[in-house]
DNA sequence: CTTTAAACTTAGGTATTCCTAACTTAATAA
DNA sequence: TTATTAAGTTAGGAATACCTAAGTTTAAAG
């Protein structure tokens, strides 16, 4: 039912919302989807009328029940997208996120079918984040910790990449870091909370910044 | 550039073009889009303007250059993904046409190129249909015949089926008939121009019109 | 050669989606 | 508490893509 361009408004009001600390507020949803300001006004007021989520002007905007059934819907196209773009036919993690932000509008529930049961019914999309089953849950993953948290000396599997830019994708396959990868904490200087991690045979420092991108499990041996 | 819409009106007239008889009207436009012929007048103007075809108030139209590049590259990515879906996830030649209708709008180069390095660079898609290259060139398909042609007696390989229905593609398949499927012309009824053709164990009686979009070479043993 | 019917276009309208500029409301700082 | 600034909305406008109804042009009969 919902347009290509209220998919997008939707989806992205969802993962705003799940910073829990704030509101999500017409400037936030504008600057993430990089239109004015006043094109987001319209479009939140008619998403209200729509029943898609509750909003009174000048205060913020939360999504109802049915807004959160539509953005897991297109979360959950966007995310199979990627794992298939990714393991069958090997694009990079750079390059995956473009084509599923345009495919996860054009796939019926048929299709997006044949494609999770292609792919196994699979849990988790390629960075990592939970893919919503076709009635909207998303699987329970284990717990997990970013690299700041990471204690020195011990082995990690990396279990999820907050997909931030291309570039900084593109780093981490350069240096070796792809989903499931072992690590080892080598040390962390305190000077910048900077992290030096052993992937493979090379040592790489890693900032604090990038640190908050890369979650991890310890391994058990 | 084009949108979807566009997109689509170029690749109907290109469609509507390659029958050489007659030239292609506002009419044959609305009809196979299902638009009024009002919507057509004015986005046949619209795209006489942007240089997608030439245009004569009250007379026919036919497309430039451009237009017919435009038309290619949709028909491409169309029929990538026809084959695609139908050889990689298994859908069968009834669902395929409808997906790949939406898919082939919501394709880039870089993915389609991909699609078809995946595929071993095919040459035809599920129907039989030539793939265009990504310089918009058809490859040449050696000469068939359809079904009406074929002599008695001979063995012939199906290698086109034009896509009319889903109903008929379905009941293709249910006789068991699939591109590359060998058949053998058991004899024709002069009373309806019907044909008999044995496909496997069994026989099945061919209308004159359905065997109009059945296309075949002579087998060579 | 008219008349008439079919084909085609224009007029006028609705709905989306987006913009900039102007204005209003809320939050903050003096 | 008032002024100022930041946040958010409305006004007005453009482009796309549809529609129905009314008018125009062309083609076909008579
Ligand atoms: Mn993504
Ligand atoms: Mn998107
Ligand atoms: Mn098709
Ligand atoms: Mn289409």
Aim: net charge negative; glycine share 4%.
């Amino acid at each position: 039912m919902p347009t290509i361009s209220k998919e997008d408004y939707i989806k992205a009001i969802y993962q705003l919302e799940s910073d829990p600390d704030k509101s999500v507020s017409t400037t936030d949803v504008a600057n993430k989807l990089e239109v004015s300001k006043a094109a987001t006004s319209e479009m939140v007021q008619r998403l209200s009328e729509q029943g898609f989520l509750n909003y009174e002007k000048y205060r913020g905007m939360s999504l109802t029940d049915e807004g959160k059934k539509t953005a897991l819907h297109v979360i959950r196209r966007h995310r199979i997208w990627e794992l298939f773009l990714m393991d069958v036919l090997g694009l990079s993690w750079s390059e995956v996120h473009a084509e599923a932000e345009i495919l996860e509008h054009s796939t019926s529930d048929f299709l997006i079918e044949k494609l999770d049961e292609y792919l196994g019914h699979p849990k988790v999309d390629p960075h990592g984040e939970p893919i919503p089953d076709k009635y909207g849950n998303l699987p329970e993953l284990p717990d997990c910790v970013s690299l700041q948290l990471c204690e020195v000396g011990k082995n990690y599997r990396l279990v999820k990449v907050i997909d931030s830019s291309k570039e900084l994708m593109n780093y981490f396959t350069e240096i070796g870091l792809s989903l499931n990868r072992m690590v080892m904490v080598v040390s962390r200087l305190s000077y910048d909370n900077s992290t030096i991690i052993q992937v493979g045979n090379d040592s790489f420092n890693i900032s604090e910044k990038i640190s908050s991108n890369l979650f991890f499990i310890e391994a058990v041996k």
